[in-house]
């Protein structure tokens, strides 16, 4: 059996099976192979330019390297667990292609530093296309905003009604949120843009290397400094895997608003047919599994954190085989949360809004208990201490009468205090409530209106 170019000429015997199966890492990192050709190829160009293999040579290694990531693409590979990960299946390819000369293109680098600038390349990349599904997932928040700045609904505190808030300003909450996972994520870029190639194992080569060509080639903004830190540095990795990890709690919270808002007990919204699934035995469901599994996959997404942190921590420097092990927790973030947000972009384009619903569960409690207190402050000069007692024994006065605040007449209003006038009456509205609010950041018409305007133009 021919030994793979990984294996040290110091161990005379092949891997058992099952060192062979627990140190391939070829089924997960297979994924990288775009960035592992595109780093080889600049690695290459700049060996041509320091002089440290042939033009000949170095153009022969790239010809090859081009012709096996279209043969990838087309099917044409299949990789082998021998040899281990995407790195040394691509080199074993190039060797079959062109002969000996492939053995040249690992002068002056390590699969320590190529790894970690493969990795650094496909987060660049994907950073990026998360960038246009976030985006994109605001526009759909927007547009339905746009079109409930007048939507009248409950807004909560502990899961209980609280004061009457619109739609629209609801929403704009969550675009908050997304905004800033976009600006952590563009934060994680700008820290992760320095390269780490030329660093080789951990303490950089004697070979007259230009790393700032390679940098130049790939796109990054610098070398990085040192060469342990190089190789052993995951902290871009961990960055990423958190800023995916709190944007799917807020997906998941906003995912578990319309597990709420669809059930029998709110009936605000209505999923359509093809965002919902049916029961095995009870033909009367409708069931929003798609949000249920983003909430879900937000758990795998927190638990993955927890892994990479714990990879990394009882990890001497420089580089140890645990961390083959960042991949698979980086792919599985990203795939489950571009997933979510792709998802939940879609539920929340298409759900149908009960805006009746919405306006009868404000009606049917005491929401504006608030706003008749403030009346108080304002007009009769209480203390906000004072107006809270004597609204809280309205309140409860009108529990026990099954009715709500406004629904009250002015002489019930009077029992508790004489000096309310009929005034108090254009308040004492869900309507008029949200139209107080104009404080900055409140939930007026005007101000929704206005942060929609600025959303489009900070966001969009």
């Not at 209505?270 to 965002?275: F, N």
Request: include cysteine; charged fraction near 25%.
């Amino acid at each position: 059996m021919k030994k793979s170019p990984a294996r040290s000429s110091l161990l005379k015997k092949e891997p058992t099976s099952l060192l062979e199966k627990i140190n391939s890492s070829i089924d997960i990192d297979k994924r990288l192979f775009n960035e592992d050709i595109e780093g080889s190829v600049a690695h290459c160009q700049m060996l041509i330019k320091s002089k440290i293999v042939t033009k000949k040579e170095g153009n022969l290694i790239i010809k090859g390297l081009q012709q096996i990531k279209r043969d990838i693409k087309q099917n044409k590979i299949i990789f082998d667990i021998k040899y281990e990960d995407i790195h040394m299946n691509i080199e074993n390819i190039l060797t079959k292609k062109i002969g000996s000369i492939a053995g040249k293109l690992h002068t002056a680098r390590s699969r320590n530093d190529q790894v970690v600038t493969d990795l650094k390349l496909w987060i660049k990349k994907n950073i990026n296309f998360f960038e246009k599904e976030l985006k994109n997932f605001q526009k759909t928040l927007l547009k339905v905003a746009n079109k409930n700045i007048s939507t009248v609904m409950p807004g909560y505190t502990h899961m209980q009604v609280a004061q009457p808030v619109s739609l629209a300003h609801h929403l704009l909450a969550y675009i908050e949120m997304i905004g800033r996972d976009r600006s952590r994520l563009y934060d994680c870029l700008i820290r992760l843009n320095e390269n780490p190639l030329g660093a080789a194992a951990l303490a950089g080569t004697s070979f007259n290397i230009d790393r700032k060509l390679t940098t130049k080639l790939l796109g990054f903004k610098k070398p990085t400094a040192n060469s342990i830190d190089s190789v052993s540095d995951r902290d871009f990795v961990i960055e990423f895997i958190f800023c995916l990890t709190l944007l799917s709690v807020h997906l998941s919270r906003l995912s578990e608003e319309i597990v709420l808002w669809s059930s029998q007990h709110f009936q605000f919204i209505e999923l359509p047919d093809e965002l919902s699934t049916g029961s095995s035995i009870m033909p009367q469901k409708r069931n929003p599994d798609g949000v249920e599994l983003i909430r879900g996959k937000s758990a795998i997404a927190i638990s993955n954190l927890n892994s990479i942190l714990s990879l990394i921590k009882n990890m001497p420097l420089a580089y140890s085989k645990d961390l083959q092990e960042d991949k698979k927790l980086t792919f599985e973030t990203f795939d489950s949360i571009i997933l979510g947000v792709k998802v939940l972009n879609e539920t929340i384009g298409k759900m149908a809004i009960n805006k009746e619903n919405m306006l009868n569960m404000v009606n049917n409690s005491q929401a504006i208990a608030t706003d008749l207190a403030d009346w108080l402050v304002r007009e009769l000069n209480f203390s906000f201490r004072e107006s809270y007692k004597v609204t809280g024994n309205i309140v409860r006065y009108a529990s026990s009468k099954n009715k709500s605040i406004h629904k009250l007449k002015l002489n019930e209003l009077q029992k508790f205090e004489k000096k309310i006038t009929s005034k108090v009456f254009s308040i004492l509205s869900a309507q008029n409530s949200i139209k107080s609010k104009k404080s900055i950041g409140g939930t007026s018409p005007q101000n929704v209106k206005q942060a929609i305007k600025e959303a489009r133009k900070k966001y969009l």
